[in-house]
């Protein structure tokens, strides 16, 4: 199988053989100038794995430093805990670069409904008012960076190097990565794609502003008794959000919000005992259900002051990390990977500097205020629901009983949603 190939070839050290062209596409030698690549992406993951395949396709001689490998697939193997909900506008990224049926050679979950309600107030979608098959996709993250590493593998001008802490970096005439064995790479440029923490970005001076939320999440992994569910929903409640996410073979995924100890409460607890607090707290909407496995996590609003400095450019949770209320996370990320893609396509791969911060002007340009709208409509969300102000409960109980009856403004959020607008 593919990922086989991607594990031994990375776990033991080797890069994969350059070639110097790529058909019509790679520069030519007297183009060439004298760095080891025209592109260094810091951070494997799902963005990270996107973008390399992506600026690969353009002919791009390009490295991809990954601190860890993920776990390789088998069929047999329960689902892991860290879910995407992809959207149609995902989707169509992933399929151009030629991932997508290698993730369905895995396993996935298309959804079809989502429902968002509080009290007696709900709005409900259905994929049938976009006249499509179906709205998204619940994606485990391991899977699509594996189904992505895969394809990577394939590029003569892609090479992939994991295991590999960085030690420093320079942004210069030539971008420089130094590693802590001893080796150093330089690049014409550098994409962060090495998440919230980004080392790059600290590296490079970048700050971030933003804040932590006052709740945290717990998520669980469940086996329904039920049959398999095309539909996502979710409940708001004063204390937090409530949400189920169905994914392959009866399993599904519910995720928390509470205070940060309620949450700690409901860890201590051992299986059995959470699942009745979950069947006292969730909506009458959740089949039976068993515990599988569980994890917490802190959630926060983070967002990058500038998206490049120099010759380094910041995609995904490196320039922004955002509420998952919505699950829009990763769909975000990859749309900063789909306009660094169309910008290329535009106007050619930069050859001086003077282009390439034309470039990275362009992109956050067409990104921040994308970003940002969609980070403030998650937070407008999770403040305006998460209280038990009796006002403001008629209100948002109003609205959401409106907004379930007026068909062309639902087509519009649904479009949205789905990555379509």
């Not at 590693?179 to 590296?203: E, I, P």
């Not at 089949?287 to 450019?313: C, G, M, T, V």
């Not at 008629?394 to 009983?401: D, I, P």
């Amino acid at each position: 199988m593919g990922w086989i190939s991607v594990t031994v070839q990375v776990l033991t050290g080797r890069l994969i053989e350059r070639k110097d062209s790529i058909e019509n596409s790679t520069m030519t030698s007297s183009e060439r100038t004298d760095h080891d690549y025209d592109v260094i992406i810091v951070g494997g993951g799902m963005v990270g794995g996107a973008a390399a395949i992506g600026l690969a396709q353009r002919g791009l001689q390009t490295l991809v430093l990954e601190s860890r490998l993920p776990k390789p697939f088998t069929p047999d193997q329960p689902p892991d805990l860290r879910v995407s909900a992809l959207n149609l506008g995902s989707f169509d990224l992933l399929r151009d670069l030629g991932v997508w049926e290698r993730l369905e050679a895995m396993r996935l979950n298309p959804y079809r409904r989502m429902a968002v309600w509080e009290e007696n107030g709900r709005c409900e979608f259905d994929s049938q008012e976009l006249a499509m098959e179906e709205l998204g996709y619940f994606v485990e993250n391991r899977l699509l960076q594996l189904a992505l590493l895969d394809e990577a593998v394939t590029y003569p001008n892609l090479e992939l190097l994991s295991d590999v802490t960085i030690d420093d970096a320079s942004f210069g005439r030539d971008a420089r990565v130094q590693l802590s064995d001893g080796r150093a790479f330089t690049c014409q440029w550098l994409v962060a794609a090495d998440g919230a923490n980004s080392q790059m970005r600290s590296l490079a001076d970048i700050r971030t502003r933003g804040w932590p939320y006052r709740q945290q999440v717990l998520a669980m992994c469940v086996k329904t008794a039920g049959k398999d569910q095309d539909i996502t929903w979710q409940q708001f409640t004063p204390t937090g959000p409530m949400a189920f996410l169905p994914m392959y073979d009866n399993h599904a995924e519910l995720i928390w919000y509470n205070s940060e100890q309620r949450i700690a409460e409901l860890k201590a607890l051992d299986n059995h005992a959470l699942a009745a607090e979950v069947r006292a707290a969730f909506p009458v909407e959740l089949d039976e259900f068993e515990i599988l496995s569980r994890a917490s996590f802190p959630i926060q609003r983070q967002h990058a002051a500038h998206y490049w400095r120099e010759n380094l450019l910041l995609v995904g949770d490196a320039a922004h990390t955002i509420n998952p209320l919505a699950g829009q996370g990763v769909n975000l990320g990859l749309k900063d990977v789909e306009a660094l893609l169309e910008l290329i396509d535009e106007r050619g791969r930069p050859s001086n500097r003077a282009e390439l911060r034309e470039l990275f002007q362009s992109y956050e340009r067409k990104r921040r205020l994308d970003n940002f709208a969609m980070m403030s409509a998650m937070d407008a969300f999770y403040l305006g629901f998460s209280n038990d102000v009796t006002p403001l409960r008629t209100l948002r109980n109003a609205g959401l009983a409106l907004a379930n009856r007026l068909p062309i403004a639902k087509r519009q959020v649904l479009r949205y949603a789905a990555g379509l607008a």
